[in-house]
C-alpha cells in the first residue's frame, strides 16, 4: 500500500502561483510513476503532470509551459509549481502513484481556485 497526502492548494488571484505538495509513504520503493491529476466541476479527472522513477516528465497542454512537476527522493515528496495560473485551473488536484503492478494509488485531493 502506498499512502498519498496532499497539500497547497488554496486561493489564488489570476496570474499567481501556487505549489502543491503530495507526501507519500507506504510502500514507495514499488512506485513507479507520480503525477497530478485535476478534476473542475462538471468534468472528468485529467492528467495534469506525471513524473516517472527516472525523472521524465510529461505535461498536458493546457498546462506545458507554465506548471512543473519535481520530486524530493529524499522527502518522498513530488510538487507541482503552478505559474500563471488561469480561471480554468480551478480544480481539485490529486496526487497519483502507480507501481510496477499496475495498482494505483490516490490522494483525498487539495482545491485550487483561481479568482478573477
Known amino acids: 500500500q502506498v499512502q498519498l497526502v496532499e497539500s497547497g492548494g488554496g486561493l489564488v488571484q489570476a496570474g499567481g502561483s501556487l505549489r502543491l505538495s503530495c507526501a507519500a509513504s507506504g510502500r514507495i520503493f514499488s512506485i513507479r510513476r507520480m503525477g497530478w491529476y485535476r478534476q473542475a466541476p462538471g468534468k472528468q479527472r485529467e492528467l495534469v503532470a506525471r513524473i516517472t522513477s527516472g525523472g521524465s516528465t510529461n505535461y498536458a497542454d493546457s498546462v506545458r509551459g507554465r506548471f512543473t512537476i519535481s520530486r524530493d527522493k529524499a522527502k518522498n515528496t513530488v510538487y507541482l509549481q503552478m505559474n500563471s495560473l488561469k480561471r480554468e485551473d480551478t480544480a481539485v488536484y490529486y496526487c497519483?502513484?502507480?507501481?510496477?503492478?499496475?495498482?494505483?494509488?490516490w490522494g483525498k485531493g487539495t482545491l485550487v481556485t483561481v479568482s478573477s
Open positions: 497519483n502513484a502507480d507501481n510496477y503492478e499496475m495498482e494505483d494509488y
